[in-house]
């Protein structure tokens, strides 16, 4: 015990989507863990994501990149880290198609740099300890129209994104192997709610249709994903890291598949009601274009496993979460302005303008 706190947790990747509702839920349910927020504030890193937080007696900020393997092991010693959470990603695959070295750096050497420190600074003893591995269901590859990824599953990871992704977790599992690191990883389907980056399907289309702008569906939009609130993911992160045994991996997802034309069409209903507009008008935004190149098929998470093991299983329903995130969009535009005012702008025009 560290400063009367029972555990000292470093989220990296704190300041971004998921990582910034995690650090939340375990800095207001967790008041004997201190949680250290370590992030590199990137584009897609923003504190505007946790200021309700940040005056919390036991949560700390960090700016510390992963590639910078001194000031890691600093964090460590700084703060005494008993466990890690390590959500920091470059996790845009569109972007790993751009770019896919900035996706090795971060996500392959960037987590071989913290499982590294982890050895280092816990190698007296590593009783009580955890590294717990935030991963994706990408790595499974893609599914036909039947069947889902298990655990089991072997990998097939298609994108520059995913294949990082999958190198990461092999790492982790090896430095579990090698060297006894308490590791634990869980591989997720598709996250959406507040807070996240507008380059993804959900908050990229409801600004555009708050803005008037084109609805850009890939390819012939039948493309299937497996969506999940991302409270109900950070749930069962919370699950995992207390409950999981070492060295095990958990599938997280919520038996919910959407082709992107049905989600799309649902999201343009709800957007029409709440902006008042007369029924169909969003639809109307809808184009098609260019697809994404290697685009997989279809996801979807078979998450018997967490259930059976320890109950867990989603709190909110799609049309719930879906509801509920345009809310928050709507009523955080000045979020979303700050964003979209800046360097993302650039990406955009890249992205789409060939399409
Ligand atoms: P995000 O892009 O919103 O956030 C990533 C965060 O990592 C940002 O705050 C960024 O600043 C930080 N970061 C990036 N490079 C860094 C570096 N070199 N050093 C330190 N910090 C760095 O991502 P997200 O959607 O919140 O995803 C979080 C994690 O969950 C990722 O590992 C991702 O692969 C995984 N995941 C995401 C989803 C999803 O649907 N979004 C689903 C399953 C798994
Ligand atoms: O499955 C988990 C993964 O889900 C996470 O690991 C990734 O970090 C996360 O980005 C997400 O990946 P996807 O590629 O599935 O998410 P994205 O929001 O980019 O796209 C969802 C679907 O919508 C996909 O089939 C591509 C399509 N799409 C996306 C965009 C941005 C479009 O048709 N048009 C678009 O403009």
Same mark, same amino acid.
């Given at each position: 015990?560290?400063?009367?706190? #029972? ?46 937080? @940040? ?26 880290? #008993? ?6 990603? /470059? ?68 994108? *520059? ?37 507008? /380059? ?13 702008? *084109? ?41 919910? @598949? ?20 007369? /029924?169909? @008008? ?10 994404? *190149? ?39 535009? /000045? ?21």
């Amino acid at each position: 015990m560290e400063n009367g706190f #029972t555990k000292t947790i470093l989220v990296t990747g704190g300041a971004g989507f998921i990582g910034s509702h995690v650090v939340r839920r375990f800095a207001t349910r967790y008041p004997q863990y201190r949680i250290v927020c370590l992030d590199a504030l990137t584009y897609a890193g923003n504190l505007e994501n946790l200021r309700d937080i @940040e005056a919390l007696p036991n949560y700390a900020f960090s700016h510390t990149d992963l590639l910078d393997m001194q000031a890691l092991q600093q964090v460590f010693a700084t703060y005494g880290i #008993t466990d890690v959470i390590h959500l920091a990603a /470059e996790s845009h695959v569109d972007r790993s198609i751009l770019s896919p070295l900035d996706f090795v750096y971060t996500n392959v050497i960037g987590t071989v740099n913290l499982l590294e420190a982890a050895k280092k600074a816990w190698q007296g003893s590593t009783d009580g300890r955890r590294f717990y591995h935030i991963s994706t269901d990408e790595v499974y590859g893609a599914l036909g129209d039947t069947g889902f990824f298990t655990e089991t599953t072997p990998y097939d990871p298609h994108s *520059p994104y995913s294949a990082s992704k999958a190198s990461s977790d092999h790492f982790v599992r090896a430095y579990g192997d090698t060297y006894g690191l308490p590791v634990v990883i869980s591989n997720c389907s598709n996250n959406y709610g507040p807070y996240q980056f507008p /380059e993804k399907l959900i908050p990229l289309f409801i600004n555009n249709v708050v803005n008037g702008k *084109p609805l850009p569906v890939y390819g012939d939009g039948l493309y299937t994903r497996d969506w999940l609130y991302v409270l109900d993911h950070a749930s069962a992160i919370d699950v995992v890291f207390h409950k999981a045994p070492l060295h095990s991996t958990y599938n997280i997802g919520g038996f919910n @598949e959407w082709r992107n034309i049905d989600l799309i069409t649902l999201l343009c209903r709800l957007m029409d009601e709440k902006l008042g507009r007369a /029924e169909g @008008e969003s639809k109307k935004l809808i184009t098609y274009v260019k697809d994404r *190149p290697g685009h997989d098929r279809r996801y979807a998470i078979d998450a018997t496993k967490i259930k059976q093991d320890f109950g867990w299983t989603p709190a909110v329903t799609f049309e719930q979460g879906l509801a509920a995130t345009i809310d928050w969009y709507l009523a955080n535009q /000045e979020w979303m302005n700050h964003i979209t005012a800046g360097t993302y702008r650039q990406y955009y025009e890249t992205q789409y303008a060939n399409r």
